[in-house]
C-alpha cells in the first residue's frame, strides 16, 4: 500500500480525537498507521530532504489542516484535542472531511490563501498532481525540478565548448575543488 496523501489522514485524526480527550501527537500519528495498516518500511520512509519520515509529514500536514479550519485546537504543545466546531464535524461523518468541506471556514481559506472558495473542478489545472502534495513536498518536487533544469542547462552551455575552453574548466574546477 501506498502511504496515504496528507488530506487522507483527516479522517484518522478526527476518529482518534473524536473522544474530546487531549492526544499527544505520537498518539494520533500511531493511530493513523494502525488505521492504514502501514509497514515498518513504509512507516521509515523518508522525504528526499532526508529530514523525516513522509507519515510524519503527512500526519503533521493534516494536524495543520485541520487545526487552522478550527476542527481540533492544541492546549499545549504536541497535544491536539477536538473542538466543537470538530464535533459537529465528526457527526457529519469522517469520511466527510476534505480539503474542499475545510474550505468553508474563514480561518482555513486566510490560511489556504483564498479570499473565497472555490470547487475543487474549478482548481484542476495541468499540474494536478500538485494537489497530492502536501507544501513540504511541493517545495522538494519544484527544487528536484530547478535542479534537473539547471543541470540540463549547464550540460548544453558544456557540450557547445571547444576542446581546449572544456579543459580550462576541467583545470579550473579541479584548483576550485
Known amino acids: 500500500m501506498a502511504i496515504p496523501k496528507y488530506y487522507e489522514f483527516f479522517p484518522p485524526i478526527m476518529e482518534v480525537l473524536s473522544d474530546g480527550k487531549i492526544h499527544?501527537?505520537?498518539?494520533?500519528?500511531?493511530?493513523?498507521?494502525?488505521?492504514?495498516?502501514?509497514?515498518?518500511e513504509e512507516q521509515q520512509e523518508m522525504l528526499p530532504s532526508?529530514?523525516?519520515?513522509?507519515?510524519?509529514?503527512?500526519?503533521?500536514?493534516?494536524?495543520?489542516?485541520?487545526?487552522?479550519?478550527?476542527?481540533?485546537?492544541?492546549?499545549?504543545?504536541?497535544?491536539?484535542?477536538?473542538?466543537?466546531?470538530?464535533?459537529?464535524?465528526?457527526?457529519?461523518?469522517?469520511?466527510?472531511?476534505?480539503?474542499?468541506?475545510?474550505?468553508?471556514?474563514?480561518?482555513?481559506q486566510q490560511?489556504?490563501?483564498?479570499?473565497?472558495?472555490?470547487?475543487?473542478?474549478?482548481?484542476?489545472n495541468d499540474d494536478s498532481a500538485s494537489l497530492e502534495q502536501n507544501p513540504q513536498e511541493q517545495m522538494e518536487y519544484s527544487m528536484r525540478q530547478i535542479n534537473e533544469a539547471l543541470a540540463d542547462d549547464l550540460m548544453l552551455e558544456v557540450l557547445k565548448m571547444s576542446p581546449y575552453d572544456f579543459e580550462k574548466l576541467v583545470v579550473q574546477l579541479l584548483r576550485k575543488h
Open 24 to 40: 499527544h501527537f505520537k498518539e494520533v500519528r500511531d493511530y493513523c498507521v494502525k488505521y492504514y495498516s502501514l509497514t515498518d
Open 50 to 108: 532526508g529530514k523525516k519520515s513522509y507519515v510524519n509529514d503527512r500526519v503533521s500536514w493534516a494536524k495543520t489542516y485541520l487545526k487552522k479550519a478550527g476542527l481540533l485546537g492544541s492546549p499545549t504543545r504536541s497535544n491536539y484535542q477536538i473542538t466543537e466546531l470538530g464535533k459537529d464535524a465528526v457527526k457529519k461523518g469522517v469520511k466527510s472531511i476534505t480539503v474542499d468541506f475545510l474550505k468553508q471556514f474563514k480561518s482555513f
Open 111 to 124: 490560511f489556504y490563501g483564498r479570499k473565497e472558495t472555490v470547487p475543487l473542478s474549478e482548481k484542476l
